[in-house]
């Protein structure tokens, strides 16, 4: 499974538009790239999943370029309720395969 | 969307003691499920595959006698601590994939175990 590196934490402010990247130059050609999203004491939450291009859902936006070596989430106008983990991983489109979490990025959203 | 349960959401036990986690699919059927750990501050770690009518996989490093893993049925998935310590305080997290929603996984709400 390609490793995925991203920022251990970011501060944003309501309102504001949040970009979290993540790499993973070594993704195979068969891999996607699948966001999750994680509360204080609570289990992961899908958020967005992609292969190429841009996806875009009523959360948030995924980003990727053509090399793939790299993705970007994109969550517009963010407000204190999105202060979470988000956990960037690569693999398997199909869910019945084993996710295995990286460190994720710790999202700090203040009034 | 699908619903995944975990009971308890959160045991104290006493060393030595063994604690039964259960990991439920509402309202789908998940001949697969996983369970993580998850310590304060850190990452999920994946623990074991839990497979329906079949044995548990585990991760390298995961002590199948100690983490007992049962898929007794299509919705349901246990997790037994046996002899549980200190160092088994943790957050225990379970996933199963809807079949119908086939990229992604849901996760139950956890279960905080602490052991005394």
């Known amino acids: 499974l390609a490793k995925t590196t991203q920022p251990i934490s970011m501060d944003s402010y309501e309102g504001q538009e949040v970009n979290i990247t993540c790499s993973h130059n070594n993704i195979a050609t068969n891999d996607y790239i699948t966001w999750y999203q994680q509360f204080p004491s609570q289990g992961p939450r899908f958020i967005i999943q992609g292969y190429k291009t841009k996806v875009t859902n009523e959360v948030a936006s995924l980003f990727i370029p053509a090399d793939r070596k790299s993705s970007t989430l994109s969550l517009p106008r963010v407000s204190l309720s999105d202060t979470a983990v988000y956990y960037c991983l690569v693999g398997d489109r199909g869910g019945y395969n084993k996710l295995i979490f990286g460190a994720g990025t710790r999202l700090a959203v203040h009034p | 969307g699908a619903v995944v349960s975990q009971h308890p959401s959160r045991v104290i036990c006493k060393s030595g003691t063994s604690v039964k986690i259960e990991c439920r699919s509402l309202?789908?059927?998940?001949?697969?499920m996983f369970w993580y750990r998850q310590f304060p501050k850190q990452s999920l770690m994946l623990m074991a595959t839990s497979n329906e009518g079949s044995k548990a996989t585990y991760e390298q490093g995961v002590e199948k006698d100690k983490f007992l893993i049962n898929h007794a049925s299509l919705t349901l998935s246990t997790l037994t601590v046996t002899s549980a310590h200190p160092e088994d305080s943790s957050f225990y997290i379970c996933s199963a994939p809807n079949r119908g929603a086939s990229s992604e996984q849901f996760f139950g709400p956890g279960t905080r175990l602490t052991v005394l």
């Open positions: 309202d789908f059927q998940a001949t697969t």
